[in-house]
């Protein structure tokens, strides 16, 4: 909606051009993340959240995270992460140890037979990223996108204490 109806004089509606760009990325992340999603499930039943908590495990050293680290590297809350992770202990692809230097505090920890889920998965995944997103731009895209992606990311993740973050919830 852009019109000035009910508007406040500051009130700064988007341009029509604006508009055309935000309901494209709309678009594209939805069917992107769609597009994954399905990729996954039909290759190694699992949703692509799963899947990236492996793949952050899986390059942490001694394949092991903090819960609170695994939570603020995946960008989730930690009762989403619990129940991911919940999950993917009863498939044997993670199990959680406690914190000897903290008593609250756990760890999440890629097992071998997670290790060897994302071994296979991860080919056809990588091949699904490329298809959908990679082949399709030029390198001076693909160079562009990452620029604008991490500026976007910059100005939404505060550093100040108190900011809400997800992995804070």
């Not at 004089?9 to 309901?23: D, I, K, N, Y």
């Not at 899947?51 to 394949?63: D, F």
């Amino acid at each position: 909606m852009n019109t000035a109806s009910g508007s406040t004089p500051q009130q700064r509606w988007l341009t029509a051009e604006e508009q055309r760009v935000w309901r494209s990325y709309l678009h594209a992340t939805t069917l992107l993340e769609d597009h994954l999603d399905r990729q996954l499930q039909r290759d190694a039943g699992m949703p692509h959240i799963y899947y990236a908590l492996l793949v952050q495990l899986a390059e942490a050293p001694r394949r092991r995270l903090r819960m609170t680290e695994l939570a603020m590297s995946a960008k989730i809350t930690r009762s989403r992460l619990s129940h991911a992770v919940a999950r993917l202990e009863k498939n044997g692809w993670v199990r959680r140890e406690d914190c000897p230097a903290d008593k609250r505090g756990q760890f999440a920890v890629l097992t071998e037979e997670g290790l060897e889920v994302l071994r296979r998965t991860a080919p056809g995944h990588v091949a699904a990223v490329r298809q959908a997103l990679f082949e399709r731009l030029t390198p001076e895209q693909q160079k562009t996108l990452g620029e604008i992606m991490e500026i976007v990311a910059e100005g939404l993740q505060p550093n100040e204490a108190g900011a809400d973050l997800p992995w804070l919830r």
